[in-house]
């Protein structure tokens, strides 16, 4: 699927480390090739890894080979009711953590990189908290930016609307503070087109059995609630981790998932071309890399977004707007190797995707 070296003697730099009940092959960068960076453990994502490695052993799924063979012979259904039912579940325990803890969580904070599923997962995560007792509210983080006069800038000139500091801190502390009282608050409701808040924003007051789910990229950095106490704040991370490969020797980065569910995404609802989703897409990477990826280990809970059939679906989408970018655009090469990628893929239509699947988010009707 890709270039391959002629012969391993060349292959100098590479590290191998016991882990878990196997071994870890580390490798240097793109950008170093010729060292390895520090390791850095990060057992949270690794035992969600795991368990979802688990689930497509319980599926019988693990390679793309064998998902095709589940749609040849049209028993792709019963197998996306299956996953979509494993996410539910998945849901439903976490939603159980938090009420273990009902005494103290006044906050949950949800947190993970572009196109994780972050939306669909938090309407999800407050149908689960409802079973169990709680009457949750949201409040949206884009709700309390900056207006423009105040919001930083990056090192070419524009706006930095991912940096901490595009978001009034204090004010959402404050009003956090006086909710957790039984205060009555007014929460800013935020004008993107022009760029600031608008005059009235709508009250809030929390009762006895309310809980605050918040979204944004933010909400595992505690520089983002200092004032509120830990005990107070339940954390949850979110992102789409491939577990199937291509097979024995060629997996599936969970980059290109996301990479994939974004230009459908972008397209569906925001009107944007692939070819303006790929140009920004190391923009959009270099800012998980500073805002989002450091604090994934501060979570107290994981949440696997990604759905093994999904690729499939997002494939009949994808090809089509891949298709647009020629040959003279700059993003033609990496448009050529997700198509590439895509075509180890047979189809699967919308159709079999359940009205509230996390997929639902990027291809529409959800």
């Known amino acids: 699927h890709g270039l391959l070296a002629d012969r ?17 092959l580390r490798y240097p960068s793109r950008m170093n090739p010729m060292s390895i960076e520090p390791f850095t453990d990060n057992k949270l994502l690794f035992s969600v890894y795991t368990e979802y490695k688990a689930w497509g052993k319980i599926l019988g799924v693990s390679c793309v080979g064998s998902l095709n063979e589940l749609i040849e012979q049209k028993k792709i259904a019963d197998f996306v009711r299956t996953a ?42 407050a149908v ?58 007014e929460i800013p409701l935020f004008d993107f087109i022009a760029g600031g808040r608008k005059k009235t924003g709508y009250k809030l007051q929390l009762k006895k059995r ?20 830990a005990q107070q704040k339940y954390k949850i991370y979110v992102s789409a981790l491939t577990q199937l490969n291509l097979d024995d020797h060629n997996r599936i980065p969970t980059t290109d998932n996301r990479l994939l569910r974004r230009i459908v995404r972008d397209h569906q609802f925001r009107g944007h071309s692939a070819l303006t989703t790929l ?27 990604a759905l093994d059939y999904e690729l499939s679906v997002l494939k009949t989408y994808a090809e089509p707007l891949l298709k647009s970018v020629k040959p003279f655009h700059a993003e033609y090469a990496e448009a050529v190797r997700l ?28």
């Open 8 to 24: 391993t003697g060349i292959l100098t730099c590479f590290e191998i480390l016991p882990y878990g009940l196997g071994f870890l």
């Open 84 to 125: 979509e039912a494993l996410h539910d579940k998945k849901i439903a325990e976490i939603a159980d953590r938090i009420f273990e803890r009902k005494e103290d969580v006044r906050v949950v904070l949800i947190a993970g990189p572009s196109s994780s599923g972050k939306t669909t997962f938090t309407k999800k995560l």
């Open 128 to 185: 689960q908290l409802r079973v169990l007792g709680f009457n949750p509210l949201t409040i949206s983080l884009d709700d309390y930016f900056l207006p423009r006069d105040r919001t930083p800038k990056d090192e070419e000139g524009n706006y930095d609307f991912e940096a901490l500091e595009a978001i009034d801190v204090p004010l959402l502390n404050d009003h956090l503070i006086k909710l957790f009282k039984g205060q009555e608050v």
């Open 210 to 229: 309310n809980i605050l789910l918040m979204e944004g990229i933010h909400g595992l950095n505690d520089r983002l609630t200092p004032l509120i106490p």
């Open 279 to 305: 140009g920004m897409w190391q923009s959009v990477r270099r800012g998980e890399n500073k805002n989002i990826f450091p604090f994934q280990n501060n979570a107290d809970s994981a949440f696997n977004s």
């Open 339 to 366: 198509l590439t990628f895509l075509n180890n893929f047979l189809p699967v239509p919308a159709k079999y995707v359940p009205d509230d699947s996390i997929l639902r988010e990027f291809i529409g009707d959800s």
